[in-house]
């Protein structure tokens, strides 16, 4: 372990820790006032009771009716057409039967809903999606409503999921909380010949049928996409801020490994309850300490930049505040350590061959870039995390992960990363903010300065990239993106074309309002703009032919055009005719009218602090406005 931590690690935690004091400080008495020796049923009226257990197997029912025993609450994610959830259905028999031997019960508290981005991309789901991890969040509340658990499991693994029972979790911040993954599924179709094969497509060069074939060979069993985009993002975050049990993160579905790590979460929330001496909440595990490291992970991995959203949301759900600028200055000392696809050739089972998340913990403590001496599901410290699980014939033990990579090309140690930063920035102009993931984007790529041309839809963008109208130098803004205007889906049906223009030897951006995640891929892309074209922004000023400099280096955003001539123009803020309309869209106005920022994790929540406002439903105030805790 080093001496120090990085200064830089140092400074950023004590600045969100000073910012949110006082929030925390709240946040920590509500759990403090949920501490009881007793049973949380213990609570609960004769006939209260009665209702919880009246279902169980008679053997339960007299745990519950007469003892001290533990009730471990299961909160799943469960269903059968997506295939990271798919292998869920097995796990509550599993856990059930694991926390009867360990001297506890387990009861589905249950389900939480899930999507698909990869089967909504493009169409009229996708516009449900970000904000399905809020009422994830929302259903987690219900399922734990019932006030008779003394720990919680939470099963699900995919894009908006995780984020969302973890937000759940915390707004149930006293009890013991432990994620159980599914894992992803086995290797299939390598990802270099899956993207040729959609670019060809992109062109017209190869048709439908070979399109779905390959599609069919990347995504082809039970597990999670072997790509590194959010759901895998979403493992290795819950892995880094000691909320899995230690290496759980990439053990593939259905094998005798992954059931005895399924087995382990039931006898480890047993433990952790406030009956025993072991007590460990999940909000004191998450604290500004656990947030960092989450956000050195990411970009110590090339992770998704949904999380520049989804971890300022987490954050928040546990009294604290998290900013873009605390993901800038923590990517710029954070070497990037893995090269996993889009940032490289490689799947996540690569990496975990390589030495997964063990090696990964183990270079960024060493180095100083990770607080090691935090509270983890596993107990006091990350260094149990840099280890990896194997089942032997005595039962399940864990060993040491490899000192070495054992593909350098896939997972480099910090002496000889990637790249010296982690490739997360942030940039800022007259353009407003916005995110810039620059991992896979090359060098002679990172500044790109072109006339613009605006689109409001991905649709009409495929259109002029057709008619060749978009054969040149440009900067394509793509608009009413933002989640006040349609709930903020993902754009990656824009990956194709701008790859394809770029390849053609053409200087191309993106700037939108909307998200991209790690699908933005080659090409420079700046991402989540805010404010948003649908709340005023000033992305909404942009005209077509505008000169646009988009500018990872300096860390810049601006449109060129002369003062007096943006200062008079007026912010386009229409959407697409229709798009809030049909499709189940309609119910969620509310969300779209309450949301917040995209730099304030995009929830209609409000702050979730009781003792403060509501954040401004016009969305008028600055992204790090209305706190003086400091």
């Known amino acids: 372990m080093p001496e120090s931590l990085h200064p830089t690690i140092a400074t950023v935690t004590a600045r969100i820790e000073a910012r949110s004091k006082a929030r925390r400080q709240r946040y920590l008495d509500m759990i403090e006032t949920r501490r009881s020796p007793d049973p949380a049923r213990a609570r609960l009226a004769a006939a209260n009771q009665a209702h919880g257990f009246a279902a169980c197997p008679l053997q339960d029912k007299e745990m519950l009716k007469n003892s001290r025993w533990a009730n471990i609450g299961i909160v799943t994610a469960y269903n059968d057409m997506l295939s990271a959830h798919q292998p869920l259905a097995a796990y509550p028999d599993i856990i059930k039967a694991a926390a009867r031997k360990a001297g506890a019960t387990a009861q589905v508290a249950g389900g939480v809903p899930a999507m698909c981005d990869g089967i909504t991309q493009g169409f009229e789901g996708m516009e449900l999606s970000l904000f399905s991890r809020d009422t994830i969040a ?3 509340a219900i399922a734990l409503s019932h006030d008779t658990f003394d720990a919680a499991i939470y099963l699900g693994v995919c894009d908006k999921i995780v984020p969302g029972l973890l937000i759940g979790a915390l707004r149930h911040g006293w009890l013991p909380s432990i994620f159980c993954p599914a894992g992803p599924m086995p290797s299939g179709l390598p990802n270099p010949e899956k993207a040729r094969i959609r670019q060809l497509f992109a062109e017209g060069k190869v048709g439908r049928d070979a399109l779905l074939e390959a599609e069919s060979q990347s995504y082809h069993s039970a597990g999670t996409c072997t790509f590194y985009g959010t759901a895998n993002s979403n493992q290795m975050l819950m892995e880094i801020m000691g909320l899995h049990m230690p290496g759980t993160a990439f053990i593939n579905p259905n094998t005798p ?3 005895a790590l399924i087995e382990s979460c039931a006898k480890r929330a047993s433990q952790i309850t406030q009956l025993g001496d072991s007590y460990i909440p999940i909000g004191y ?14 970009c110590a991995t090339g992770g998704s930049t949904n999380q520049m959203i989804h971890i300022p949301a987490i954050a928040q759900a546990a009294g604290l505040i998290v900013d873009w600028d605390d993901f800038n ?44 001496d935090v509270l983890t599901v596993a107990g006091q410290g990350l260094e149990a995390y840099t280890q990896e699980p194997f089942l032997t014939d005595a039962g399940l033990e864990w060993r040491e992960a490899p000192a070495t990579s054992g593909d350098t090309s896939v997972l480099a140690p910090v002496a000889e990363p990637f790249s010296k930063d982690g490739g997360l920035r942030v940039l800022q102009g007259n353009l407003g903010r916005a995110c810039v993931k620059v991992s896979a984007v090359k060098l002679e790529q990172r500044i790109v300065e072109a006339p613009a041309r605006v689109f409001k839809d991905q649709a009409s963008l495929h259109v002029a990239f057709k008619a060749g109208e978009l054969d040149r130098d440009v900067v394509v803004v793509v608009r009413g993106q933002g989640p006040a205007a349609t709930g903020m889906p993902e754009l990656h049906k824009l990956t194709p074309p701008l790859g394809v223009l770029q390849d053609r030897g053409f200087r191309v951006a993106l700037v939108t309002d909307g998200r991209m995640s790690g699908a933005s891929g080659k090409v420079l892309a700046a991402i989540h703009v805010s404010p948003e074209s649908k709340s005023g922004g000033m992305i909404g000023k942009i005209r077509d032919g505008d000169l646009v400099r988009v500018d990872a280096e300096a860390g810049t955003l601006n449109a060129l055009v002369p003062e007096e001539i943006w200062q ?54 600055a992204p790090q406005a209305a706190e003086a805790d400091a």
């Open 257 to 259: 490994l992954r059931t």
């Open 568 to 621: 008079a123009r007026e912010v386009d803020s229409s959407v697409v005719d229709g798009v809030t309309r049909g499709f189940g869209r309609e119910m969620f106005s509310m969300f779209r009218a309450l949301v917040s920022h995209a730099e304030q994790g995009a929830m209609p929540f409000g702050d979730m602090d009781p003792d403060e406002a509501i954040v401004d439903p016009t969305h008028d105030q």
């Open 329 to 372: 200055d923590l990517s710029s000392v954070t070497p990037l350590l893995c090269r996993v696809y889009p940032n490289g050739i490689a799947d996540v089972n690569h990496f975990h061959a390589a030495g997964g998340m063990g090696f990964l913990i183990r270079e960024l403590l060493d180095a100083g870039l990770l607080h090691g």
């Open 285 to 298: 595990v998450v604290d500004a300490r656990s947030v960092v490291n989450a956000i050195v992970g990411l």
């Open 138 to 140: 929302m259903s987690a």
